[in-house]
């Protein structure tokens, strides 16, 4: 029987959503148990949400003030310890998670399974290759601690609600190494909803030409509750900062509605979306490619467009 | 300092990737092949940390079939000052490719190495962290900013919540995002240049190294394809449709 060990991912004391997601796939391998490791500076607050999570078994909490910040030298031998006695070690396919599992899984000497969209057995997964362009099934080898991280957007976060789980400290007897250290983290505030989990997003890009012409985006987002996202393109115009980017160097969304908004459809791009619910299209030319793939399309000037839109909405 | 580099050749990004109707892989025959664009940018940061006189040698490694000679000539014509040629028919798995890495890290005794943070075929992103983790030294992945002194690289990334900047000590492994830099065009009298210059060939069954591709993969499938969906005549007929829909 396999037992599961989920990294969870976490920031400023709070538990990422992707940890739920990353518990909804081992689920799916139906093991014997599933237990959420904490490697944090001060694990209490971020334990007591992991061990809400339906499915969970233990809560595991490592507390060294070396886990500060998320470091994955730092994290992976911890991590390679802690696996012993476990068949399986997930974790979230964000860029925490892909930070950190490769470094664990050659620590251990075992392959990685990246990006697992679908588990088809305990040992077989599905995944996307080509910027998702095809779907591969793969084999990991039975004899060997499997290591993966979950593609967030495929699975759904585990509920919410558990009581009572388990909370463990361990007490891992491993020298860290100090050679990689932690200076500053920029993050963009927002109050908008976060692009990963966000229900509704409204995507700008080249289309949109500036920075200051990216308000339009933000208000009509607003308006509906929508997180924002952009394409690689007006990103790297400068438009807004590169968290925002969606596509397959970027963030891959699963959300009920996505607006694209001045963006041509590159496959790049697509492939951060495919997973939506409904893909609306806005762009002034008929020919764009993202109209081969959007449910609803509307051409025409955004400009024109996005006010009307919200006229509509008012009345 | 030597920096070494990865130099992937993969299928173009611009091509349509098709699968095999018996789902046994994708049809690589005949499509164009190039650089991984990672690896590009990888180079490109190699040949500017050399240009600063932070580097001496800029050192490209490639692992893959005997026909790889002529996309490492575009790495050398790119300004590479030699070019390593690991070869072997079959295609390597990321465990296999970082212990063939630490071999010619062994060898090289670089002071950094820079490889894409993916390489846009498979997909994996996992060489250069799997590398780090071998070869017991620090990782920077997903790097938009590289700075060099001190024996140190401070290095900017891009993660979800934004811009993350981490010291490493050198030696040290960075894997490069998109922004990091635009790689420069290769000029034809490069081309030339680059014909003299060396491509050590080495087996990669003579390195030793452990095979580590534990992975089989059984079935390709193409994507479930999202259908064409409707056009709709203006605004208003939009937001009364998502309205429907109860999206709105
Ligand atoms: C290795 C690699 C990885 C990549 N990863 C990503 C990724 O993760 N995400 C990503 O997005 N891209 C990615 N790209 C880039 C991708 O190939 C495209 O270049 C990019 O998505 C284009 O962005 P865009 O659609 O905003 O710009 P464009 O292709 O320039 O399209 C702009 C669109 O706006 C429309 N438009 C212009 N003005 C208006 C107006 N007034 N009203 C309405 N419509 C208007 C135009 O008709 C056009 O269709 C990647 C590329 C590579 C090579
Ligand atoms: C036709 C075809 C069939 C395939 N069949 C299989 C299969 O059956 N099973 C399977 O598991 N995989 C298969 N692959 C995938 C192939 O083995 C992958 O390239 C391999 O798994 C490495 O993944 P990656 O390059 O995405 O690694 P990543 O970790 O994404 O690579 C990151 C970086 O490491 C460096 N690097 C990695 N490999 C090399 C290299 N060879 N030379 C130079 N630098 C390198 C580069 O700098 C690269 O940017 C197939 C690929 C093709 C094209």
Do not use: C
């Not at chain 2, 092949?33 to 001496?56: H, M, Q």
């Amino acid at each position: 029987m396999s037992k599961i060990l989920v990294i969870a991912e976490h920031l400023g004391g709070k538990l990422n959503p992707s940890t739920a997601r990353a518990v909804s796939a081992a689920a799916a391998a139906k093991p014997e148990a599933i237990d959420v490791l904490v490697l944090a500076d001060n694990a209490d607050a971020i334990a007591a949400e992991a061990a809400k999570i339906e499915g969970v078994s233990r809560v595991l909490t490592v507390t060294r003030a070396e886990n500060a910040h998320a470091l994955a030298a730092v994290l992976a031998p911890q991590v390679a310890k802690a696996a012993a006695g476990y068949s399986h070690v997930f974790a979230p396919s964000t860029t925490f998670g892909k930070d950190l599992a490769p470094r664990v899984a050659a620590l251990l000497g075992v392959a990685q399974v990246s990006d697992v969209m679908a588990v088809e057995g305990s040992h077989t997964f599905k995944r996307p290759i080509y910027a998702g362009n095809a779907i591969v099934t793969v084999e990991a080898d039975p004899a060997q601690t499997v290591v993966a991280t979950i593609r967030t957007a495929s699975w759904p976060a585990a509920a919410i609600g558990a009581n009572g789980t388990p909370v463990e400290a361990l007490n891992l007897d491993v020298a860290l190494p100090s050679y990689t250290r932690f200076v500053e983290l920029k993050q963009g505030k927002s109050d908008r909803p976060d692009l990963q989990g966000a229900s509704k997003v409204v995507s700008g890009g080249r289309g949109v030409g500036s920075k200051e012409n990216f308000e339009i985006i933000y208000k009509f987002a607003d308006r509906i509750g929508a997180a924002v996202g952009a394409s690689r393109a007006a990103v790297d115009a400068g438009y807004v900062p590169n968290e925002m980017q969606v596509g397959q160097t970027g963030k891959i969304i699963a959300p009920e509605l996505y607006m694209a908004i001045g963006i041509s459809g590159a496959i790049q791009h697509l492939t951060g979306i495919k997973d939506a619910g409904t893909i609306v299209a806005i762009n002034k030319d008929a020919e764009a490619p993202i109209f081969e793939i959007a449910d609803l399309g509307l051409v025409g000037d955004l400009f024109k467009i996005v006010p009307e839109l919200e006229a509509a909405l008012a009345g | 300092m030597k920096i070494l580099v990865g130099y992937k050749r993969v299928v173009d990004y611009n091509v349509r990737i098709q699968v095999k109707p018996d789902g046994t892989g994708v049809v690589t025959e005949g499509v164009k092949l190039s650089a991984n664009p990672f690896d590009d940018i990888a180079l490109e940061e190699a040949l500017r940390l050399r240009e600063k006189g932070v580097a001496e040698e800029v050192v490209i490694v490639g692992i893959g079939p005997a026909d790889l000679t002529a996309h490492l000539r575009n790495g050398l014509a790119m300004g590479a000052n030699r070019a390593i040629h690991v070869t072997t028919a079959e295609a390597v798995q990321p465990l296999t490719a970082a212990r063939v890495f630490l071999k010619l890290v062994e060898k090289e005794q670089p002071g950094l190495v820079i490889l894409g943070k993916q390489a846009i075929d498979d997909d994996a992103n996992q060489t250069g962290q799997m590398l780090a983790a071998l070869w017991d030294r620090p990782q920077a992945t997903f790097a938009s900013k590289v700075e060099i002194a001190d024996g140190k690289a401070t290095v900017t990334r891009e993660v979800d919540a934004g811009l993350e900047t981490i010291e490493a000590d050198l030696p040290a492994v960075i894997t490069t995002d998109l922004r990091l830099n635009e790689p420069r065009f290769i000029k034809l009298p490069d081309i030339m240049k680059a014909k003299s210059k060396p491509i050590d060939v080495i087996e990669l069954g003579s390195l030793g190294v452990e095979g580590g591709d534990h992975l089989k993969t059984t079935h390709y499938a193409a994507p479930p394809k999202r259908s064409k969906g409707v056009m709709v005549k203006d605004a208003a007929e939009l937001v009364a449709t998502l309205k429907q829909k109860g999206l709105l």
